[in-house]
């Protein structure tokens, strides 16, 4: 029996094949027109790693902001096909994560900092949902504007500790800043008061916060493990594999960094002893809470230290280099000083609307400084469509605040320390005003902005004012009286 045969160059055969494929591409078109959608532009991917390559552990937002001259305010890259987009501008910022929320504000399920290493129920890490509204309840109920003025006299404590330490030991001067960054948040969150650099509570802190910042956190937050989960089941021992000896590790640090302080708390609220604070408000004399609850309450205060100390810690350390690169607004700020105040007692956060230029000065540490150049990524919920690009369900979405607050278009000659740029003598719109201040960008966006963020900017205009009034600051001079110039290294992947 002979066996049939088709003649795929039959022209009535090749039609019909074509009749078919149209419809089928028109049927897809119209009932996935997303998928047709272009992706925002970005650099060019090689097969199967994405652009791995183009991505950098070192001062990313600088490669970032490199994008954004390239191709715009929204740039598309993927690593092994996980989609990242960086958001360049602050409008498309506020438009996406704030306008949009909705779909924009969750977080990527990071198998190896949320797992492996127990950071899942933190608050920067923790998925939008029913824990996420809780914690973050009550860390506003503790941390809102209306709250700060409960927490002065910590704030003017920890001040004068620092002026003190900084006076006995300059050459330590990040140890005195991590100092006061560590020991106020201890004091405002945990009731405990710090009162020496060796404190148990605050080399546990910073140990932990380093992991955070500078183990976990390589790049835009993703490890291999993040894009192919098979690997967490690789025994220790294999090549390639020691990810999990150091997230074992990891996890008994952070663990210990959210236990030791919340049952030391505990204690002290028992005994009736403990300091004024977040933890002595929320649980008062109800020690007997749910789980639930406690965990609630348990990892809320934990995350609050997360979101406040290296904040604090990299501000003040732009502004002291601010202030040795510009000796002049250094004169001009203790000028308004002496001129407000006198000298014969320290700033209070009475005088502060007296004092508009060290308004400025702050304004323009946040916005020159950019403590965090790269917000920590959002993850997309569902598949959005903006501005004609397609961003697809499952993108991490990073907000490039280093790009927004170096907008030449908002900020002239963005490059200089220019305090001058915010005085209110200058003629701008409501609206030119609301853009320019730094505070809406540097504390994240909608959803996910620092709640810890009317506590640390009370914090650090004391502490600023406070340094003014009371100190010089220049370059160091070597034994011969030559001049030191300071050497700027940014090796910290999270904070600047």
């Given amino acids: 029996m002979p066996i049939p045969t088709i003649d795929f160059f039959n022209p009535s055969l090749a039609g019909y094949c074509i009749f078919i494929a149209i419809f089928f591409l028109t049927f897809y078109w119209h009932h996935c027109p997303q998928c047709m959608v272009p992706l925002p532009p970005g650099p060019r991917p090689m097969p199967f790693i994405g652009n791995l390559k183009d991505m950098t552990t070192k001062e990313l937002w600088l490669r970032a ?3 954004a001259t390239q191709f715009g305010d929204v740039c598309y890259v993927h690593v092994f096909g996980q989609g990242i987009v960086f958001l360049n501008s602050a409008d498309v910022a506020f438009e996406l994560l704030e306008k949009r929320g909705a779909i924009y504000s969750d977080k990527p399920h990071l198998i190896m900092v949320g797992e492996l290493c127990g950071c899942k129920d933190m608050l920067p890490f923790l998925s939008y949902g029913d824990a996420f509204k809780r914690r973050r309840k009550l860390m506003q109920q503790a941390l809102g504007s209306r709250n700060i003025p409960n927490y002065y006299v910590f704030l003017e404590h920890e001040t004068r500790s620092f002026i003190k330490d900084l006076l006995d030991d ?70 390639g594999a020691a990810f999990k000896q150091s997230a074992r590790e990891w996890k008994m640090k952070i663990h210990e960094f959210v236990e030791k302080p919340y049952a030391h708390a505990l204690k ?23 789980k639930e609850a406690e965990n609630d309450v348990k990892w809320a205060a934990n995350s609050m230290y997360a979101a406040s100390a290296d904040t604090t810690i990299s501000t003040v350390c732009n502004f002291f280099l601010a202030m040795i690169y510009n000796p002049d607004v250094l004169a001009k700020a203790q000028q308004e000083l002496d001129e407000v105040i006198g000298s014969e007692r320290l700033p209070m956060f009475s005088d502060r609307a007296s004092l508009p230029y060290i308004e400025c000065v702050l304004n323009e540490t946040w916005r020159w400084g950019c403590p965090v150049p790269l917000n920590l990524p959002h993850s997309l919920r569902e598949e959005d469509v903006f501005r004609g690009m397609r961003i697809p369900k499952g993108s991490l979405v990073i907000a490039n605040i280093w790009a927004m607050l170096r907008d030449e278009s908002l900020y002239p000659a963005a490059s200089e320390f220019r305090p001058e740029r915010f005085a209110k003598e200058h003629n701008y719109s409501a609206e030119t ?21 009317d506590l640390v900017e009370s914090s650090i205009w004391l502490l600023i004012a406070t340094i003014i009034a009371m100190l010089d ?14 050497v700027v290294d940014y090796d910290n992947l999270v904070f600047r």
């Avoid at 490890?223 to 025994?235: E, H, S």
């Avoid at 600051?473 to 300071?486: C, F, N, Q, R, T």
Wanted: charged letters at 25%; aromatic letters at 10%; glycine letters at 8%.
């Fill in 65 to 67: 902001t490199e994008w």
């Fill in 170 to 239: 300059p050459s330590n001067y990040i140890r005195s800043i991590r100092r006061y960054a560590g020991g106020l948040t201890l004091s405002v969150i945990y009731g405990h008061k710090v009162v020496s650099r060796d404190d148990e509570f605050l080399i546990l802190a910073e140990e932990s916060m380093n992991l955070l910042a500078n183990k976990l956190a390589p790049g835009p937050g993703i490890w291999p493990v993040d894009i192919f989960p098979f690997l967490r089941y690789l025994p220790s021992w294999f090549p």
């Fill in 268 to 290: 002290r609220i028992e005994n009736g002893d403990i300091l004024p604070s977040f933890l002595s408000t929320i649980l008062g004399q109800k020690l007997d809470l749910s």
């Fill in 433 to 453: 005003r609301r853009k320019m201040d730094p505070r809406n960008c540097i504390f994240g966006f909608g959803r996910r902005r620092c709640p810890g963020a």
């Fill in 473 to 486: 600051i220049s370059k160091a001079h070597d034994a011969d009286g030559e001049v030191i110039e300071p």
